[in-house]
């Protein structure tokens, strides 16, 4: 077969192929792509309880099953003993979870002089994804 005779084929082969292919289902809503843009992570709150750590409670466009990381900014510098790279879960779109102090290596409270934020997001969209909350330890006004 000469190379012309080749290249004639070529045409009809593609024709053969795309008659075989069986022509893919639309996909419904619920099996659409979602991108990283859309999903939020927002803090609604931290609590530091003494002695035991920050409870940090929050909401999520997250799928089930899913875990964030976290950062603690003291006075707007990292702080040093944070726990780096421990993945904390979120169940469900209202989520919260504990983060110890006073286990390997963070201090039991924290300094209540200081204004501190807290930094969470998903690891498969860090950028796209990242919350934060700032708190401090002063106690409210009196009225």
Do not use: N
Not at 16 to 25: M, N, S, W
Not at 32 to 51: C, F, H, L, R
């Amino acid at each position: 077969m000469t190379t012309r005779t080749r290249l004639a084929l070529i045409p009809l082969i593609l024709l053969l192929l795309a008659g075989c292919a069986e022509p893919l289902p639309a996909a419904s809503p619920g099996e659409m792509e979602t991108s990283p843009a859309d999903y939020i992570i927002a803090i609604a709150g931290v609590t530091v309880v003494s002695g035991a750590g920050l409870s940090v409670r929050g909401t999520t466009t997250l799928p089930e099953d899913h875990c964030v990381y976290t950062q603690l900014f003291a006075d707007g510098v990292e702080v040093d003993w944070w726990l780096v790279g421990k993945c904390y879960p979120l169940e469900g779109p209202d989520w919260t979870f504990t983060i110890p102090l006073g286990v390997e290596g963070t201090p039991p409270e924290l300094d209540p002089g200081k204004t501190y934020r807290l930094e969470i997001w998903w690891p498969g969209a860090p950028a796209e994804t990242r919350g934060a909350f700032e708190f401090d330890l002063a106690a409210p006004p009196a009225p």
